[in-house]
């Protein structure tokens, strides 16, 4: 370990305790109140802080050394690399954790495979999910990919420096940073290409274009690992490996760690606040039992307003009950208008080109762009969700600093496998035997009638102009019966990518409201679980208030300062948890 990752280590830990050990001292606050709800909240708060493990998915097209840059950052061969063909199929993500080297594997293709390393970087908490590459947004495996994304703290996006962004590429971009905002470009194999500084630039100006301001980091991986063979630091300065580590030290773990800062300054003014209630109520009743009455009063309206919140009929639900049905009718609305365009589209290049002869290269390109919309719905529909989310919470609290739960997937790995593919043309089927049949045919009854005519002159059944009338009417039928073959398979394909758009849509909309159901719980059961806890603390408030009149003088001083005690005692708390939650690294 380098030196400066150990720096970085002890800081974190540093950290770690100093929140953790506030965290314990206000659970046993709580828990000496009897508040075992705001004492699991605590405890899941130092949870997440003992184990805020930051998941980077790297991610990128096929062939552009995915796992090489994978294997680099951990300064190990732990994935395979892509050859001609790109990594094999059937390969799922594999997760690369801290710890003895040790490696597991998968019992069924697709599902990820677990790896722990005692590498530097992945002693910082970092968790790296090397992922099979992709072609841009239009395969399904971008579908599958896209799942991940959610519950990803950022995403590496690999591509090299042999050309410019593609359109898919950008789009697939797009979605990835709708889903995960924290994203990287890493241009790899710049020692293979000496241009490789205008393809940056270039790239540059597609981000922009496209109105994305994501950070592009020239490296190679090939170069790390011959500087690591030759102990050339020099050369490892020229890979650009050290410089993308520092990014992810000083820009995702930074990030992220102000994340798990801010989430702790919320849990610790909120407890607070819960606590303070009780206290204060009890304090003030004690001080001054002439405005008891006064202030039990206000604390009784203070739980009507904790009680209503609760009720269906409160604000908030009717926001999330109305946010839920536009967000459903807006997500199906989305999904037909676009796969409406894709009929448009195919059922035109159809009518231009004879359907039979690139059937099965049509079905993948039709396949691709049908798992490339709906990853662009399923997009949609997850920053709808958080917009909903949003609401409610405003809604719910006016100060808008209620915290907010974490939302499912986009659910589009599992719906991508359900829908199949396009049926195979049973008129492309017709050989050149059959139809050479249907042209005799045609032949045989222009000679007959021909023949027949001019025998009436003399001739023979069989003569040059019943053989000239059979040519032609072979010809002819020949030549219609291609024309009807062609217009039939055109109508077979404009059938079979209907009922494939029916099925579509049936297994999308199925799965889409589903998740918007499950949303609608997760946030619902969310903010009932707030409200509660708010009751809860009213009720402790109005119960300290009104038991404070019942003790005697002699008790009254001692009770007094046993409150003052605490509520002091409190108010550090909470200034130590501004200070940590403002502070970098909890220095």
């Known amino acids: 370990m380098t030196a400066s990752s150990t720096v970085f280590a002890a800081k974190a830990t540093a950290a770690t ?29 130092r949870q997440r802080i003992t184990d805020a493990r930051l998941r980077i998915v790297v991610t990128g097209e096929s062939k552009k050394g995915i796992s090489s840059i994978v294997n680099a950052l951990v300064a190990a061969d732990v994935c395979p690399t892509a050859g001609p063909q790109g990594r094999g199929p059937g390969h799922g993500p594999i997760v690369i954790e801290f710890g003895e080297s040790r490696s597991r594997g998968t019992a069924r293709p697709g599902e990820p495979a677990e790896v722990t390393l005692p ?14 590459g992709v072609t841009g947004a239009d395969s399904r495996q971008a579908t599958a990919l896209l799942e991940l994304l959610p519950t990803a703290d950022a995403v590496l996006f690999v591509s090299d420096a042999s050309q410019e962004y593609t359109a898919p590429e950008i789009r697939f971009l797009q979605q990835i940073h709708q889903l995960c905002p924290m994203v990287a470009c890493v241009l790899n194999k710049i020692d293979s290409y000496v241009r490789w500084a205008d393809i940056q630039k270039a790239d540059r100006k597609h981000l922009t274009d496209a109105g994305l301001g994501l950070p592009i980091l020239p490296v190679s991986a090939a170069m790390h690992m011959m500087s690591s063979r030759l102990d050339d630091p020099a050369l490892e300065i020229e890979s650009g490996m050290p410089q993308l580590v520092d990014f ?17 300054a919320n849990d610790v003014r909120v407890v607070s606040d819960h606590v303070a209630l009780t206290l204060n109520s009890e304090l ?13 009063e206000r604390i009784r309206g203070a739980r009507d307003a904790a009680e209503a919140l609760r009720k269906r009929t409160a604000n908030w639900q009717y926001v999330l009950g109305d946010g839920i049905t536009e967000l459903t009718v807006a997500v199906d609305h989305d999904l037909r208008n676009r796969l409406r365009a894709l009929i448009r589209e195919t059922d035109e290049e159809i009518t231009k080109t004879d359907p039979a002869r690139q059937w099965e290269a049509f079905s993948k390109r039709l396949d691709d762009r049908i798992a490339e919309e709906v990853n662009d719905n399923f997009v949609l529909a997850h920053k709808l969700s958080i917009e909903l989310s949003t609401k409610v919470a405003e809604k719910f609290a006016e100060d808008g600093r209620t915290r907010l739960p974490s939302l499912p997937g986009s659910g589009a790995g599992t719906v991508s496998e359900q829908w199949g593919t396009l049926e195979a043309l049973e008129s492309g089927r017709a050989g050149v035997i059959q139809r050479t049949i249907t042209s005799l045919r045609g032949s045989y009854g222009g000679v007959l009638m021909v023949g027949l005519a001019t025998s009436l002159l003399g001739l023979a059944l ?18 219609e019966d291609h024309k009807s073959l062609k217009a039939r398979r055109k109508a077979e394909a404009k059938l079979a990518v209907a009922r494939l758009m029916d099925e579509v849509v049936f297994q999308v909309n ?27 603390s009213a009720n402790e408030a109005l119960l300290a208030a009104q038991e404070a009149g019942n003790l005697h003088d002699s008790q009254r001083n001692e009770r007094i300062g046993q409150l003052a005690a605490t509520a002091d005692r409190l108010r550090e708390l909470r200034v130590q948890a501004g200070t940590l939650a403002l502070t970098p690294g909890g220095a």
């Open 462 to 479: 069989v003569n040059p102009w019943s053989i000239g009338a059979g040519l032609l009417l072979g010809a002819n039928t020949f030549r």
């Open 119 to 132: 590498a530097p970087l992945l002693a910082d908490g970092i968790v790296l999910i090397d992922t099979p």
């Open 17 to 45: 305790d100093s929140m953790t050990t506030l965290l314990d001292e206000l659970r046993s606050v709580t828990d000496g109140l009897g508040r075992a709800d705001l004492s699991n909240r605590l405890m899941s708060a």
């Open 284 to 296: 003030m009743a004690l001080q001054d039992p002439a405005r008891s009455a006064e202030l039990i």
């Open 248 to 264: 992810i030290r000083t820009h995702i773990v930074a990030r992220a760690d102000a994340v798990v800062r801010d989430s702790f």
């Open 510 to 536: 199925d799965e889409s409201k589903q998740r918007l159901r499950e949303v609608q719980r997760i946030l619902r059961d969310h903010f009932t679980e707030l409200a509660e806890e708010m009751l809860r």
